[in-house]
């Protein structure tokens, strides 16, 4: 780029031709110019037409599969003429958490092919819900682990201890967190996107006070919704495991370890992709770690993939704490067994079997 300086115009006269007219002479100042690669804006992340067709497809597969693999485990949970133990308690609570997620689908995969078209306040409603969703569904999963780590470890202080009062309270508890935590959702409105024609729902902060309200919710998110549950969730279950080790029970006892080991893997398969995409952005937002455009682009499609594969916890959890133990799928029997979907006749005796009394007071 040329830099012209305007020095002050003479006006000279050909001495020799008095008639001549006044001519205009210009100095150039001619220099060289450097663009800084880090200070300008990068590419728009845009999906291509089939991948947005695939995310849709998706989207509603989560939706199709988590909708009624839920209600199964809340209709046999909530039919259940016994009183509820507190992991079964929490279970139910984890269904409601997980069907709300769901409900939010149909929104977000007609957003990936359409834009947002539901206007401001519907963004701002399902956005809170699957916030609500997101903080409920994981602190409830560090409740069973810490529930089961009570019974199985510590059975003799669970007994005494009033664990079906307590464990409503915390149900009570959890929601609230999980209401004040998902406030921040309300920061997001529908836009017009200057990379694209569509409007989309998104955040939208203060530009003056944008970094310090991202990286204050981002933390929280980071702490609650991850680092803090799975704090608790491995040495609940890693101690749990350690004494169902030297329980006997042969068969039953390998069953109960197995749906524990399950579920840390899954949440940590779900969840730990999406977290580290988030820290990543969040470093590069707050400039702790200079980028350039490709980084950035890497992130940003880093971040949409594993948000996806986070959703799919929400299909997880009916298999993991209800379809692979074994309590619940005997309730399930009698309970199609009373509709008259199967025959009694058609049920093993080894389904009626139960475990010893205090490892399988829930649906595990």
Same mark, same amino acid.
């Given at each position: 780029?040329?830099?012209?300086?305007?020095?002050?115009?003479?006006?000279?006269?050909?001495?020799?031709?008095?008639?001549?007219?006044?001519?205009?002479?210009?100095?150039?100042? *001619?220099?060289?110019?450097? +663009?800084?690669?880090?200070?300008?804006?990068?590419n728009p992340f845009i999906l291509p037409d089939s991948v947005t067709i695939v995310v849709c497809v998706f989207y509603v597969s989560i939706f199709v599969l988590a909708i009624p693999g839920n209600l199964v485990v809340g209709?046999?949970?909530?039919?259940?003429?016994?009183?509820?133990?507190?992991?079964?308690?929490?279970?139910?609570?984890? /269904?409601?958490? *997980? &069907?709300? &997620? $769901?409900?939010?689908?149909?929104?977000?995969?007609?957003?990936?092919?359409?834009?947002?078209?539901?206007? *401001?306040?519907?963004?701002?409603? /399902?956005?809170?819900?699957?916030? @609500?969703?997101?903080?409920?569904?994981?602190?409830? &999963?560090?409740? +069973?682990?810490?529930?089961?780590?009570?019974?199985?470890?510590? #059975?003799?202080?669970?007994?005494?201890?009033?664990?079906?009062?307590?464990?409503?309270?915390?149900?009570?508890?959890?929601?609230?967190?999980?209401? @004040? @935590?998902?406030?921040?959702?309300?920061?997001?409105?529908?836009?017009?996107?200057?990379?694209?024609?569509? +409007?989309?729902?998104?955040?939208?902060?203060?530009?003056?006070?944008?970094?310090?309200?991202? @990286? #204050?919710?981002?933390?929280?998110?980071?702490?609650?919704?991850? /680092?803090?549950?799975?704090?608790?969730?491995l040495p609940c279950y890693g101690v749990t495991i350690k004494r169902l080790l030297h329980v006997r029970g042969g068969f039953q006892r390998q069953r109960a370890m197995r749906v524990i080991v399950f579920v840390v893997v899954?949440?940590?398969?779900?969840?730990?992709?999406?977290? +580290?995409?988030?820290?990543? *952005?969040?470093?590069?937002?707050?400039?702790?770690?200079?980028?350039?455009?490709? $980084?950035?682009?890497?992130?940003?499609?880093?971040?949409? $993939?594993?948000?996806?594969?986070g959703l799919l916890h929400s299909c997880v959890n009916p298999v993991l704490y209800a379809f692979v133990g074994q309590k619940f799928r005997q309730r399930l029997l009698q309970l199609l067994m009373k509709m008259g979907v199967?025959?009694?006749?058609?049920?093993?005796?080894?389904?009626?079997?139960?475990?010893?009394?205090?490892?399988?007071?829930?649906?595990?």
């Open positions: 780029q040329q830099n012209y300086t305007n020095e002050t115009p003479e006006k000279t006269r050909d001495n020799n031709n008095p008639n001549s007219q006044c001519e205009l002479n210009f100095t150039y100042n *001619d220099s060289e110019f450097f +663009i800084d690669p880090a200070t300008q804006p990068c209709l046999v949970i909530g039919l259940s003429k016994q009183s509820l133990q507190p992991s079964d308690l929490y279970l139910l609570h984890l /269904v409601v958490a *997980d &069907l709300l &997620l $769901a409900v939010t689908l149909p929104f977000w995969a007609t957003s990936v092919t359409q834009g947002w078209v539901f206007g *401001d306040a519907m963004c701002k409603i /399902v956005t809170v819900l699957q916030e @609500l969703s997101f903080y409920a569904s994981i602190l409830f &999963l560090t409740c +069973i682990s810490m529930d089961r780590y009570l019974v199985i470890v510590r #059975a003799m202080e669970a007994r005494r201890a009033n664990r079906q009062l307590v464990s409503w309270g915390v149900c009570v508890a959890v929601w609230a967190v999980g209401a @004040l @935590l998902s406030l921040p959702g309300l920061f997001n409105s529908s836009f017009s996107s200057h990379n694209s024609s569509q +409007i989309v729902c998104a955040e939208l902060y203060n530009p003056s006070s944008a970094d310090e309200w991202r @990286l #204050a919710t981002r933390v929280l998110r980071h702490a609650l919704g991850f /680092v803090v549950p799975l704090a608790i969730m899954a949440f940590l398969l779900c969840w730990t992709p999406y977290h +580290i995409a988030v820290m990543a *952005d969040t470093f590069f937002r707050t400039r702790i770690v200079p980028y350039q455009c490709p $980084a950035r682009m890497a992130v940003d499609q880093a971040m949409f $993939a594993t948000q996806s594969l199967m025959e009694r006749a058609s049920v093993s005796r080894s389904s009626r079997s139960s475990l010893s009394s205090e490892i399988t007071s829930t649906f595990m």
